[in-house]
């Protein structure tokens, strides 16, 4: 489709195909733009139920004293670096926060977070799935997230703060999972789906 655009003496008229439609959001191949954006100014891209991108998170002390995180994804495929920067159906990477925070943009369903972005206390470890041009998939106007609370504590009194000691108190700490946006609900052991 050809698109004209004419200069007005008294001003510029718009420029377009026709396509755009009102209520804020316009179309592209992929889903549609909203107006919404995360808190990092990242549009979402609205998708159907039907093949909806889904994500979840598991949390799992590691030997190392960090944590373990495997994301679990369904009609999804992880884009490797180099990527081209546009909307592919089911492709993308996966932003991870701590408490809202920003700590790995993943390519891959593994990844193993240090110790010190989870200290003592409970965190928020959330998966949000992007497309590769940065919008955010979003369902129903609400992103494509899993979350797990994770509970991080430290050795008890008069335990010495060895390796040992700080890799037992991994393996007992609590990891509660959450759904938190997105679709699912929690499922079997309590992870989010």
């Known amino acids: 489709m050809l698109a004209v655009c004419v200069l007005l003496l008294a001003g510029s008229a718009g420029c377009g195909s026709g396509d755009a439609r009102e209520g804020g959001a316009s179309p592209t191949p992929v889903g549609r ?22 994500v979840r998170v598991e949390v799992q002390p590691d030997a190392a004293g960090g944590w373990g995180i495997r994301l679990a994804v369904r009609n999804f495929r992880f884009s490797p670096a180099g990527t081209a920067a546009k909307a592919v159906a089911g492709r993308g990477l996966a932003h991870l926060y701590v408490d809202g925070r920003l700590v790995a943009r993943l390519r891959t369903p593994g990844y193993r977070l240090a110790a010190r972005l989870v200290p003592r206390g409970t965190h928020q470890v959330t998966a949000r799935l992007y497309a590769d041009d940065g919008t955010v998939w979003a369902v129903d106007g609400r992103p494509v997230e899993s979350a797990a609370d994770v509970t991080a504590s430290k050795p008890g009194p008069g335990a010495p703060p060895s390796a040992a000691g700080r890799r037992k108190a991994r393996t007992q700490a609590t990891v509660t999972r959450s759904q938190s946006g997105g679709r699912g609900s929690p499922g079997r052991a309590g992870e989010a789906s």
């Open 33 to 54: 733009l909203l107006e919404d954006r995360d808190k990092d100014g990242r549009p979402y891209r609205e998708v159907a139920w039907e093949g909806v991108p889904d």
